[in-house]
């Protein structure tokens, strides 16, 4: 299980984002992603392997962690970063995701 | 460039079957698992099942299996998703995606199709 926290983070443009992904067992190499989704739109990878960055995504997101513990942090909000962020485990084949965080303008 | 195009949004009675299809095109079709995902309104994401096109190997999330059929064409590069007997809980956004590594199951999700929404409603 991934339980992701907040649940709701109410940010301006230009702060910090800082979310947290944490697992209910070890994911091995680091097999975490995560995926931002906006309204009426599929999800989109940002991360996977914990910190390598998707193709064509801005430096200002990056994640970190390992372990249980997982962390994307977006390092100035930009109007469009403005969404739901999802964190994801392969490392079973079940890929499973957290409840989502929605990052809102404050 | 890579693609997964989805087929458009259904509105379907209890009951009724339906077949979703999920076109990829700009990349090896056969060499990608592709994954079935259901979204449910205001909700998270529930992977459904996956296939390996080149040679249709499907595995179904227990919740899932005998309730859904998963499929693939390679020869038209197009996988499918399919209902027998709809229910109203069946009600949802789906989405495919390519698992983004060849030939392996433990990897992210790297593209996704635009998401076929079912309505079912008598």
């Known amino acids: 299980v991934l339980t992701q926290s907040p649940g709701t983070l109410s940010l301006s443009p230009g702060q910090r984002a800082t979310l947290s992904c944490r697992a209910s067992q070890t994911v091995s190499n680091n097999y975490l992603a995560w995926y931002q989704q906006k309204p009426g739109q599929a999800p989109r990878l940002l991360i996977y392997?914990?910190?390598s960055r998707a193709t064509g995504i801005p430096d200002r997101f990056s994640g970190s962690g390992s372990g249980t513990d997982f962390t994307l942090t977006i390092s100035r909000l930009e109007p469009e970063d403005f969404a739901v962020y999802y964190c994801?485990?392969?490392?079973?084949?079940?890929?499973?995701f957290g409840g989502g965080t929605k990052v809102e303008i404050k | 460039e890579v693609r997964l195009v989805q087929s458009g949004a259904g509105v379907k009675k209890p009951g009724e079957s339906l077949k979703i299809s999920c076109k990829g095109s700009?990349?090896?079709?056969?060499?990608?698992?592709i994954a079935w995902l259901r979204q449910k309104p205001g909700k998270g994401l529930e992977l459904m099942g996956i296939?390996?096109?080149?040679?249709?190997?499907?595995r179904y999330r227990p919740a899932f299996q005998g309730q859904v059929t998963i499929s693939a064409d390679k020869s038209i590069t197009t996988a499918y998703l399919q209902w027998r007997g709809l229910k109203a809980s069946d009600s949802a956004m789906y989405y495919c995606?390519?698992?983004?590594?060849?030939?392996?199951?433990?990897?992210?999700?790297?593209?996704w199709g635009q998401g076929t929404l079912l309505t079912v409603s008598s």
């Open positions: 392997a914990s910190s």
């Open positions: 296939i390996y096109p080149g040679d249709s190997e499907t």
């Open positions: 994801q485990q392969y490392d079973s084949f079940w890929l499973t």
């Open positions: 700009g990349y090896n079709f056969a060499e990608y698992f």
């Open positions: 995606a390519r698992l983004r590594e060849e030939r392996r199951l433990q990897s992210s999700l790297d593209y």
